[in-house]
């Protein structure tokens, strides 16, 4: 149950794309297309922006997006919006009824 | 609107007990998995535990396996997570968040967190 591997900080300018990778093993993100990815502001819950690799629940800008590749998942901001500026964390089922939460990414618009 | 409130945090000594509560609304609460989440100060996201929708089935993570137990009461809508032998590194923020109708799927709506602080 080791944590998925995020880069610690990404940044961009207003208007452009931020990739944020999560990199876990064949026994997590590898092997289950559940992955998902959540967005955090200081003091706040979790939100849900991305679920099962590359689907937005309801609400969620499209400007979201998430792919997977083999052992790693990817989450692309378009359009960075100052709003963007937060928390986001990977998590993805990990097999027994687990889950598994990546290591965080700080977001910045620049 | 699905709706997860959490309770029951506080300050407690090392080695104290403590239980948390989270009321649910707003869904049809027993036909869901739950789960507890936590996050230490300044620090990520660690899943602890689940459970299904009939509380037949739990989970926990390793680092709080035997210490923690999660429970449910489907007639009260309610979940919880009775925490034993607390340690210092068991403070955090925990939350309470909703799974879907398999153990698979992520959780989506989150409560607020109750803060637990272990300290003497």
């Known amino acids: 149950q080791s944590a998925l591997t995020q880069p610690p900080s990404a940044s961009g300018s207003p208007g452009q794309s931020v990739t944020i990778s999560c990199t876990g093993t064949s026994s997590d993100v590898g092997g289950y297309n559940y992955v998902s990815w959540y967005q955090q502001h200081p003091g706040k819950a979790p939100k849900l922006m991305i679920y099962e690799v590359s689907k937005r629940p309801s609400g969620v800008p499209d400007r979201f997006s998430g792919s997977k590749s083999g052992n790693t998942a990817s989450l692309t901001v378009s359009g960075l919006q100052a709003e963007d500026e937060a928390d986001y964390y990977c998590?993805?089922?990990?097999?027994?009824?687990?889950?598994?939460f990546g290591t965080g990414t700080k977001v910045t618009v620049l | 609107e699905v709706q997860l409130v959490e309770s029951g945090g506080g300050l407690v000594q090392p080695g104290g007990s403590l239980r948390l509560s989270c009321a649910a609304s707003g869904f049809t609460f027993r036909s869901y998995w739950m789960h507890w989440v936590r996050q230490a100060p300044g620090k990520g996201l660690l899943w602890v535990s689940g459970m299904n929708s009939d509380g037949s089935s739990t989970t926990y993570a390793d680092s709080v396996k035997g210490q923690f137990t999660i429970s449910r009461d489907n007639a009260k809508n309610t979940l919880y997570l009775q925490m034993n032998s607390l340690r210092v590194e068991d403070t955090a923020v925990y939350y309470c968040?909703?799974?879907?109708?398999?153990?698979?799927?992520?959780?989506?709506?989150w409560g607020q967190g109750t803060l637990v602080t272990v300290s003497s």
């Open positions: 998590s993805s089922y990990a097999g027994s009824n687990s889950h598994v």
């Open positions: 968040a909703r799974g879907g109708p398999f153990g698979r799927s992520s959780p989506d709506y």
